[in-house]
């Protein structure tokens, strides 16, 4: 009874299907009929029909073969999930033959073999209705186990789990979520690929790749290139001042010793170990790491494109020089290894080691400082914004084991959190470091560090780690005091009285941070002078601006002077390491300067029109103190005054907002006499040390 009530219902589903019409231009498609089978129809239906299972079974196999778009065959196809209308998909197989069939997009364990009812219903209102249209296209949700194999930790290659996914129709990116995979099509249509290529990105083509070119240097990437969950060579054009400034430090390291052993720890592309090799030559030997396999097989393709010599063996460079003289057309050497960062860092010493991992670079901090030599340098990349900028504090608390909040001055906060976590590493390492050179931007935050070796110098950096006391009315903010003994209260450490005006706690105790100078001013001249050697204009601003900044200065007028201008260069000898003064350039003492920034605006007086920020900062000059522009905000002023200070200064040269309601002879009246204590300027030096409550603006 039950197999006879089943083949009536397939045949009223086969002459209903003759007069069905469907709507391909928005997602509402009429429905098929409201079948209502019977219940024993439908365990009938759940017992397995093993022959017709397995026809469907290869079949299905075959066309998972056949249009696969990562298959390595000549010309990738679209996937099969990619169709122009829902007849198209129901072609995928013989839906209006007797018998089960399986689903083309579901596996056999989420959609078992069904009559075609069933399946007309399935294909209609699981995949066709939350497609999503391309050029006449739709793009189906597919449930396959579509995605490639990727390397883990012990370079096994190892099937990646994923549920229901999309198939991009222009790059062949597999993406989950249906919202995300709208962002996808409509960043190809704003970028103008708006033609389906049906080309995968496998490994070994690079049909569908573009070239790319970055300071003399060109690199293949893939169109999916800036988002790193989709492809294995990441490449993102707002890093190249990040990029920039690496060569710059590697360029004056390069000037105080040769034969330099320099590390990109995590390649990608390998533009910047491309960089390295072909601008400073002879003075590095460049390794390019990475652990994927793809990124492995696009750096060495990038190396032939730009004339550079692969090799995966230093030994066997050595053996191939003794046998074989190098070719006239190779224009330099570079190494390139696929192994996890922390194992090659631990098996080799290097000069040069450059960190930037997608995320946090905390995990690569041991093995950095391990075996890293003496008065190398090492240039970290955090690209963690979200836990560095306090947007996650729990993760800040987790990766940094740091307690921070949200202030004006959140940057220089994040540069700081990132030093003081180099600090610690370096002295498990009885290893001290003395930074060159912090910058954070909006994409990520620099971190560069030369490495001294000994314990003294381990202690003497870690003496620079202290809690920060953050007002959280006023803003104010100071470091402890370099002591061990417990006081009565803190808030009389910090200048401001908002503690004794307000109740309850107005403090917040922030840290530990790294209290010491970010800036190393003699070294940022010579990054200065190496960038106008080579060329570099696009960074000369940024230079210009980091070298005021660590003088603490408005001068605008830098002297580029060479690398021999204040001593002769001390060469290695063997194992014999000199003292470390005799190591570095005289000029390359960290400047101190007054720590973090107050912003203009954010201090600005209601009712009043504060003045230009360039117009300011003469007045602070001339009231004693010490000012000078950051880089970590355009508002912002880095000076030795206190924000009652500051606040003082900016009340007494601050015009009074007038409105349109006041006579014109009051207007005349109300700015003759802030106009004569312009003219009158020059104000009466403050001493740093005068109270608060003694600097106010006089009245009248």
Known sequence: MAEQRAEELHQEDTASNRNITFSFGN????????????????????????????????????????????STSGTAERHISIQQSLADLK?????????????????????????????????????????????????????????????????????????????????????????????????????????ASFTGASSGQLSSTEVMKEVDTDVHVFPNHTTPQKTDSFFNPKMKP??????????????????????????????????????????????????????????????????????????????????????????GTIEVTQMDANVLMHLRAFDFI??????????????????????????????????????????????????????????????????????????????GIEVLLAVALEHFVLVVVRVLRGPSQADESLKKIRRLIHCQWCEERVFYKKCHMLEESAYQQLPCDCHGSMPGKTAVELGPLWSGS?????????????????????????????????????????SIFGPMSHSSQEKRKGSEVPGNAAKRQKGDIPSEHPPFYYSIHRHSIRGMNIPKINKFLPYLTQAGFRVGRTHFDPTGIRTDATLA????????????????????????????????????STPKPLEIDQPAEEVKPESG
Not at 44 to 66: I, K, M, R
Not at 162 to 182: K, L, P, W
Not at 380 to 394: E, F, G, R, W
Request: aromatic fraction near 6%; charged fraction near 25%.
């Open 27 to 70: 997602d509402n498609v009429q429905d098929v009929g409201s079948v209502t089978p019977d219940v024993h129809s439908e365990a009938e239906s759940a017992e397995p029909n093993f022959s017709t299972a397995t026809t469907t079974d290869v079949q299905h196999e075959n066309l998972s073969e056949t249009m696969d778009p990562t």
């Open 518 to 558: 970010l800036f190393n001013t003699g070294f940022l001249r010579r990054m200065l002078f190496e960038a106008v050697q080579h060329g570099i204009e696009d960074i000369h601003p940024l230079l210009k601006n980091l070298t005021c900044e660590s003088e603490c200065s408005t001068l605008k007028h830098h």
């Open 91 to 195: 072609n995928l197989i013989d839906i209006e033959g007797a018998g089960k069939k399986t689903c083309p997009l579901c596996p056999e364990e989420k959609f078992k073999p069904n009559y075609s009812h069933k399946l007309r219903r399935h294909l209609q209102h699981l995949h066709w209705k939350v497609s999503i249209d391309f050029e006449g296209y739709r793009m189906c949700i597919c449930h396959l186990a579509c995605r490639r194999m990727k390397t883990n930790l012990n370079g096994e290659q190892v099937p990646v789990r994923i549920g229901a996914h999309y198939h991009c129709i222009v790059c062949s990116a597999t993406i989950a979520r249906r919202t995300d995979m709208i962002s996808h099509i409509t960043r190809h249509l704003n970028k103008g690929d708006t033609e």
């Open 354 to 431: 450059h960190l930037d991992p997608f995320g946090t670079a905390i995990n690569y901090f041991d093995a950095t400082f391990r075996n890293v030599r003496n008065l190398g340098i090492v240039s970290v990349t955090s690209t963690d914004i979200s836990t560095l900028y306090c947007k996650a504090l729990n993760v800040t608390m987790r990766h940094y084991g740091c307690n921070i909040v949200r202030t004006e001055y959140y940057k220089e906060v994040a540069a700081r959190m990132v030093i003081a976590s180099m600090a610690r590493a370096a002295a498990r390492c009885n290893k």
């Open 242 to 331: 990040n990029r920039q400034l690496i060569f710059c430090t590697l360029a004056v390291l390069a000037q105080e010793r040769k034969h330099l052993e320099c590390l990109d720890a995590f390649g990608a592309t390998g533009i910047m170990g491309l960089q390295w090799a072909k601008h400073l030559g002879d003075a590095v030997r460049v390794t390019i790491n990475d652990i994927n396999e793809g990124s492995v097989k696009m750096i060495g393709e990038n190396c032939h494109l730009n004339r550079m010599k692969v090799v995966m063996n230093r030994k066997e460079e050595e053996e191939d020089e003794d046998e074989v003289e190098e070719n006239d057309d190779t224009l």
């Open 645 to 680: 200070q500051l606040k003082a200064i900016l009340m007494k040269y601050s015009m009074p907002t007038h409105t349109d309601s006041l006579s014109g002879i009051h207007s005349h009246a109300s700015a003759e006499p802030i106009s004569e204590t312009v003219q009158d």
